[in-house]
Structures are given as structure tokens and as C-alpha cells.
């Protein structure tokens, strides 16, 4: 889990605006379906199409690119607090779930170059300290993510961790793919629970459930939606690491607006000033 958006620490050059395609007019949006639980009648985010989307969108925002797969070699101490961050959706050294991937490396390639760091991964959980780490650490995680083993260690913790809980709690919310995203999107960012000096998603869900009722209770997901993105805003200003909330008001929130309550295509957004659009599937 990572709070700040690597690219913006990177050094000067990393930072790109991606378009994917060539421009098409904006059309088939599902703008009428503001009413409860519309965005229920197409695929959920767990649709293989779906979930490239969704990982393209958290790649604008944490990497500054749609090609999220270039990720899994990614490693650096971004200064946020959490020791090291890496891999496709920001696993730390610090907050454990780094520890995780390399448990589930080493469980499935036992003797990996990686292996060796698991004491020190250990000592460091709940820190920012590099000890045992540092540089052999680094390249050794780099170099891992040539073996496929290691991408499918760092998607099952992704799936464990943050993707399956968030779209279950999503599909009992009665929230379509959009709103799974946006869940998702909650639990890449801050996690499930609250740590020191962060929100975590169930506060985010408690606070957004007190303003507005989601559609499995008969609300409008529109008013759900933002509802659950004040407070999303609200916790990423509360983090002294963060203060943009490009994600949020200039994607995240235009896709509600629009009303693409199914993440349907073409969808256009912005992180940081950077333009983005994904024309299909």
C-alpha cells in the first residue's frame, strides 16, 4: 500500500502525459443511470476487461502511465514513512505487505535471490528502516520480476489484500464497476484499517454511509458515489505526505458525473495535470 504517487518523487523526464488511442467522440454514456444500482446490470470489475482498466487507472495515478505491468520490477523509498515501496500497486516494507509477496515468492520458488531477505523484511515491518536491506535488496527485487513467479506472487497479495475485498464489499454496497474502482482505488491508497496518522477505507465507508445510502438500501448511486468521494478527499488531506486530490476530482469523479457507472469506454481523465484516455475494449 502506498500514499504518495511515486512519479512525482521520480526524477525529472518520468512524468508523461499517456494517451492510448486515437481521439473519438465521446458516446454511449450511461448518464441516466443515476438510480439505484444501475451500474449492477453490466460486468463487475472482476471482468478480466474491467480489471485492465482498473489497473491502467491506478497506474495514471501512482506511475504516471498506463502500463501497469512495468511496475512489478519498480522499488524505491518515496519518503512517505513506509520504508521501501514497490511493485505493481505499491507493496511496503514498512506496513507488511512487501513481507507477504515475498513469503508467497518464496513459498512457490523456494531459494529465490529474495529469500534471504525475509528476516530483515520481518525486523522492519511497522518502520521505515532500510536494515538488512538497502541496495542487494533492491536490485535483487528488480531482477526478480523477470521470473513469472514473482508477478504472481505480487497479483495474488494484490487480489488478497485489496482487490477481492474491495470488490465484495462493493457488490454488497450494489455498486457497479465504477463504484468497485473507487472502492479499490480507497483500499491501494490508505487500506482496509486506520494507522497512525491515516484513514483507512472502513472509516471512509463508516462516514460515507452516515451522508447517503447506498443502492442495496435504495439510495442513488450517484449520491453514494460522491458521497464515499468527500471522504476519500477528506482522508487523502489528512495524510502529511499528500495534499492532490487530482485523482479523485479531475477522474474518479468525472466518471460518476458522466454517469459510466459500468466503466464504460472511452473514458478520458486527468491525475496531475497529466491527460489520459483508454478508447477500449
Not at 504516471?64 to 524505491?76: G, N, R, V
Request: aromatic fraction near 8%; charged fraction near 25%.
Amino acid at each position: 500500500m502506498k500514499l504518495v504517487p511515486r512519479s512525482r518523487l521520480a526524477p525529472a523526464g518520468a512524468l508523461v502525459t499517456v494517451l492510448v488511442t486515437a481521439l473519438v467522440a465521446l458516446s454511449g454514456c450511461s448518464a441516466s443511470g443515476t438510480g439505484s444500482g444501475k451500474g449492477l446490470a453490466g460486468p463487475g470489475l472482476d471482468d478480466p476487461a474491467k480489471k485492465e482498466i482498473a489497473m491502467q487507472l491506478v497506474a495514471s495515478a501512482e506511475n504516471s502511465t498506463l502500463d501497469w505491468k512495468a511496475q512489478y520490477k519498480y522499488i524505491q523509498d518515496i519518503g512517505d514513512g513506509r520504508g521501501y515501496t514497490a511493485g505493481i500497486i505499491g507493496f511496503c516494507s514498512g506496513t507488511g505487505d512487501m513481507l507477504k509477496v515475498v513469503e508467497r515468492y518464496a513459498a512457490t520458488r523456494p531459494g529465490n535471490p529474495l529469500e534471504r531477505f525475509l528476516p530483515a523484511l520481518r525486523a522492519v515491518k511497522g518502520s521505515d528502516a532500510h536494515d538488512g536491506l538497502g541496495p542487494p535488496f533492491t536490485e535483487a527485487w528488480a531482477k526478480a520480476a523477470a521470473d513469472a513467479a514473482f508477478r504472481s506472487a505480487q497479483d495474488a497479495e494484490r487480489d488478497h489484500s485489496y482487490f477481492d475485498p474491495a470488490v465484495r464489499r462493493a457488490k454488497d454496497d450494489g455498486l457497479g464497476a465504477l463504484g468497485q474502482f473507487i472502492y479499490y482505488d480507497a483500499y491501494v491508497m490508505h487500506g482496509a484499517a486506520d494507522s497512525q496518522g491515516t484513514v483507512g477505507f472502513r472509516t471512509m465507508r463508516r462516514e460515507a454511509l452516515a451522508a447517503a445510502e447506498p443502492p442495496s438500501r435504495g439510495g442513488d448511486e450517484t449520491t453514494y458515489l460522491n458521497a464515499f468521494l468527500d471522504t476519500h478527499v477528506t482522508a487523502i488531506r489528512k495524510e502529511p505526505s499528500h495534499s492532490d486530490t487530482s485523482r479523485i476530482e479531475t477522474a474518479q469523479r468525472v466518471f460518476v458525473r458522466e454517469g459510466r457507472f459500468r466503466l464504460e469506454t472511452p473514458l478520458r481523465w486527468k491525475v496531475y495535470g497529466d491527460s489520459y484516455r483508454i478508447d477500449g475494449p
